[in-house]
């Protein structure tokens, strides 16, 4: 599990786009055996369409977006309400479904997705979701997402970590999408901070500092942090 996971965040903390994201994601599942996953972040403005990044099959994420199925399913219903991981599917408690959910739930069902586990993100005043699901209650599904409860929520949090980057237009350079913590560290190093005084001010060490500056160097194509710096600058000029 140690290499499956690393192996992910290596991917993750990679990825400059959502296919790469959506990539790391599709395989770290297939390895851990859970079929598919689906992450949807809810919009703050009322109305606007949620952010999804998924390997459902594209005929169902068409419907549900089109018909803005965000605002009537049962799952993110119940995401909304609470912060702990939580079951769902077609048939599971039956007596505490309404009509309208089972109906969601078969059509659902009808496009593989009969049956999840999901994990609820609380983010400030932002709310998200990563759910893994199959197209029935295998034995193989329900065996790893119990063996494997404690790192599926991390790796919730982890990947919720890195999306919500492709959405910030604040943590793009020169068009290139940074994670979080490499665009402070840079936007410290902007205000003439030494590696060692933003390692102190993130609190995080200073080797880390330079691990995520190096990234940013690498993921800007410059030489320098001095070159990187100049590269934020021009894009902040232009907002």
Known sequence: MHRTF????????????IHAAQQSMSDITTALNLSCFAYIALPKKQGACPNLISNYPSSW????????????????????RQVDPFRWGLGLNPGDQSEAEREFFEEAAEFGIRCGLTFPIHDNSAVAALTFA??????????????????????????????????????FVSGVALSPREFECLGWAAQGKSFKDIGTILGV????????????????GVRSISQAVARLAATRSRR
Do not use: C, G
Not at 6 to 17: A, G, I, K
Not at 149 to 170: E, G, V
Not at 206 to 220: T, W
């Open 134 to 171: 199959a197209d029935a209650r295998r034995t193989d599904f329900e065996r790893s997402s119990i063996k494997h409860a404690q790192n599926l929520r991390l790796i919730a949090m982890f990947f919720h970590a890195h999306a919500r980057r492709f959405w910030s237009p604040d943590l």
């Open 6 to 17: 690393q192996r992910f965040v290596d991917q993750l903390t990679e990825s400059t786009d």
């Open 61 to 80: 994420t068409t419907r549900y977006l089109r018909r803005k199925y965000e605002s009537v399913d049962p799952v993110i219903r119940r995401a909304i």
């Open 205 to 220: 060490s200073r080797r880390a500092v330079a691990f995520h500056l190096d990234n940013v160097r690498a993921k800007l």
